[in-house]
Antibody
Framework: QVHLVESGGGLVKPGGSLRLSCAAS????????MSWIRQAPGKGLEWVSC????????YYADTVKGRFTISRDNAKTSLYLEMNSLRAEDTAVYYC????????????WGQGTLVTVSS | SYELTQPLSVSVALGQTAKITCGGN??????VHWYQQKPGQAPVLVIY???MRPSGIPERFSGSNSGNTATLTIITAQAGDEADYYC??????????FGGGTKVTVL
């Protein structure tokens, strides 16, 4: 069965950096788009970024463009999110999710990893 | 940028029908997807492409989409349906967009 496990979250100071990872199993990882979606404490869902199956197609939300970088390693069936210049408003649970393609949606989600940006 | 509007909360009596709306400009021309999120858990896809149910989702969940409003309907509501529900579309200019979420309470 499809399994997505995020890791790498933690406490970081404003202006700091963090790298999130998502280990995927149970499906052919290289066939799927993948996304990062976040949820601030007590708030709704916010899409962050997605990457195409080969890694050539990438989209970012305006709120993270220029600060976050999404990447993937199909050989390791892993998805990554490099986060720089972190702000308090980036504090959230970060989920990785599988995107089965058109029409674009998120059919499987990991359990999330908490990122806290605070001094 | 494209925006989706959901009511903050919907209440439904046990065994009755709940309707959760998702408003957006000409949303009927887009594919709408719905997610259920229970406290402390990751979201689960319950409806995709307006009306389709993933395997394992009860037939009590259905969707519709027309004009400026998409609707998620839950018939014969159960206590286990209490959750936050989010609609989502993919927009060519904004990429993935989520509604603000609706908290469903079963009375």
């Amino acid at each position: 069965q499809v399994h997505l496990v995020e890791s790498g979250g933690g406490l970081v100071k404003p202006g700091g950096s963090l790298r999130l990872s998502c280990a995927a199993s149970g499906f052919t990882f290289s066939d799927y788009y993948m996304s990062w979606i976040r949820q601030a404490p007590g708030k709704g869902l916010e899409w962050v970024s997605c990457i195409g199956s080969s890694g050539r197609t990438i989209y970012y939300a305006d709120t993270v463009k220029g600060r976050f970088t999404i990447s993937r390693d199909n050989a390791k069936t892993s998805l990554y999110l490099e986060m720089n210049s972190l702000r308090a408003e980036d504090t959230a649970v970060y989920y990785c999710a599988r995107d089965p393609g058109e029409p674009r949606n998120f059919d499987y989600w990991g359990q999330g990893t908490l990122v806290t940006v605070s001094s | 940028s494209y925006e989706l509007t959901q009511p903050l909360s919907v209440s439904v009596a046990l065994g009755q029908t709940a309707k959760i709306t998702c408003g957006g400009n000409n949303i009927g021309s887009k594919n709408v997807h719905w997610y259920q999120q229970k406290p402390g858990q990751a979201p689960v896809l319950v409806i995709y492409r307006d009306t389709m149910r993933p395997s394992g989702i009860p037939e009590r969940f259905s969707g519709s989409n027309s004009g400026n409003t998409a609707t998620l309907t839950i018939i014969t509501a159960q206590a286990g349906d209490e959750a936050d529900y989010y609609c989502q579309v993919w927009d060519s200019s904004t990429a993935a967009v989520f509604g603000g979420g609706t908290k469903v309470t079963v009375l």
